[in-house]
């Protein structure tokens, strides 16, 4: 692919005004400032992603961050970054399990209990590095590792994570038949965890409403527009895929889970390839395991309340914010039922005629 240095930047115009009109103010951005001056230097590769990224559509009213639009869906630069090198250099060992998760769906609990699950038989109750790491330090994240060129792979522990949409996923997944599982949350549910997320990253003192104001991201997330969104096609692609394909692609969702904790964690330990054998099941392994990765267990652990995931996100990231609330239906709490029943209409109509719906929960 040709890579110009001075290739141009189009963006989706009408959204310009529309964040100014709002009164977003543009604060500085992480990797801008990082790599200012360093114009002459010899393109690294991330250097030559960011070139390529340059040419696609992007929008500048999410939030703090630029999104760039690729294959169809919006990411934060450094995802992007990420994404484009997983598909180029990803080499996925045939065992290899992907946890495959919209940001804010639940991917910290998924990597916990998968992890708790694969591991079982290695460690001691006493002794699984859950109890002293961060889940997403367990569990290395696909586009963060490959946006910098480095593999965190445990080889004795088969499990990667991802946000990458079904259709963008690196083709080396397909091609070595690894098993993909997809945890998909209430989509309004998925926005207010987004939102105190980005606003949490936002300065102490400034006016947070100025940048993320909830009426505006309510509004361009139900126009599809949020870091890998559209929301409703990054579900449908796994959906679809595990219609297709169940023994290659198991469809989980949140409230689900957190309904019946037990049953979906041994339908997910079946679909891994480590069944729960009922010497386990009547030793209590399984719930050991629920409750070792439950909400509460997991933020009391001094490895979750302190220390800092992902140096290389666009924020940096203490891991007591990956644990807020962990429940069903908190959105009611910010938004009114009328924004609810929108969402939940627009979502219903961008999934029907699949099969899936979040309104049976
Ligand atoms: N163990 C466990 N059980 C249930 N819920 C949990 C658990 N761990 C984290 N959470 C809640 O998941 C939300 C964060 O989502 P992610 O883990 O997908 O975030 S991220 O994409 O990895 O940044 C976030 O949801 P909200 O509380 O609604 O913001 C977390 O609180």
């Known amino acids: 692919m040709l890579i110009s240095r001075r290739s141009p930047t189009p963006r989706v115009s009408k ?7 709002r009164g977003y103010n543009a604060l500085p951005l992480v990797h801008e400032a990082r790599e200012g001056g360093e114009k002459d230097a010899p393109l690294t590769q991330q250097d030559k992603y960011k070139e390529i990224m340059s040419s696609f559509p992007r929008r500048d009213d999410w939030v703090v961050q630029p999104l760039y639009q690729y294959q169809g869906f919006w990411y934060f630069q450094v995802y992007l970054v990420g994404l484009l090198a997983a598909q180029e250099n990803f080499r996925p060992q045939p065992y ?6 919209y940001p804010k769906s639940g991917t910290t609990w998924l990597k916990a209990l998968a992890y708790a699950i694969v591991t079982r038989s290695r460690f001691s109750d ?17 586009e ?10 445990d080889q004795e522990i088969p499990l990667v994570a991802t946000h990458i949409p079904y259709n963008s996923l690196p083709t080396s997944i397909s091609e070595s ?4 599982v997809y945890l998909c949350r209430d989509p309004k549910d998925v926005l207010m965890s987004m939102w105190h997320f980005l606003r949490g990253k936002l300065p102490e003192g400034i006016d947070k409403d100025a940048y993320i104001n909830l009426n505006h991201s309510f509004e361009i997330f139900c126009e599809g527009i949020s870091g890998n969104g559209p929301y409703w096609d990054h579900v449908l692609g796994y959906w679809k895929a595990s219609v297709k394909s169940p023994e290659e692609v198991l469809f989980l969702v949140y409230e689900d889970l957190k309904k019946d904790t037990v049953f979906n ?23 050991h395991i629920v409750d070792l990765c439950s909400f509460d267990s997991l933020r009391n652990l001094k490895a979750n309340k302190s220390g800092v995931y992902s140096p290389d996100s666009p924020f940096t990231v203490q891991n007591t914010e990956f644990f807020r609330k962990g429940i069903t239906g908190d959105w009611k709490n910010y938004f009114n039922e009328e924004m609810g029943a929108h969402l939940d209409q627009i979502i219903e109509e961008k999934l029907s005629g699949s099969g899936f719906s979040f309104l049976s929960r």
């Open 96 to 101: 290899d399990i992907v946890l495959c998760t």
């Open 144 to 153: 963060i590792d490959a946006a910098r060129n480095v593999c965190n792979r």
């Open 126 to 142: 006493f002794e699984n590095p859950l109890l002293t790491k961060a889940p997403h330090d367990c569990v290395p994240f696909l």
């Open 15 to 21: 959204i310009l005004p529309l964040r100014q009109a």
């Open 177 to 180: 038949g690894c098993k993909l």
């Open 265 to 287: 964690v041994k339908k997910l330990a079946e679909f891994m390839g480590y069944p729960f054998t009922p010497e386990e099941e009547r030793r209590g392994v399984v719930q």
